[in-house]
């Protein structure tokens, strides 16, 4: 009769080891799954902030082209007028601001 006492002590201690090391399991697991809750929640939060940022950027783009486009008509109307200096100061100023850039440019280093 002892061993079977001996045995069933042997047993619940095992049983109790097993239990101990799953509860340690279990708070590891609960710690890891909390992290990737916060880090899935800080992805969230940072995809929202880009897609702002991105449709910021989308009107932006959409206004710059239809002043690009006011423009280019602007400059059609212009060359169908046939003012020929006009263009010669435009190619002037042009070639004058790309010299004065590339100065700007060399002369820091």
Known sequence: ????????????ATHQMYE???EHLVDGLKDKVTALKSLSIDIGNEVREQ????????????SSGGLLGAT???LQRMARAGHSKIWLYMFL????????????LKFQR
């Open 51 to 62: 897609n702002k940022m991105l449709n910021s950027m989308d009107s932006d783009f959409d």
């Open 93 to 104: 100023f042009v070639l004058f601001v790309f010299f004065v850039t590339y100065l700007v």
């Open 20 to 22: 101990d090391e799953n």
């Open 1 to 12: 009769m002892r061993r079977a006492a001996a045995g069933e002590g042997y047993g619940q």
């Open 72 to 74: 280019m008509g602007r």
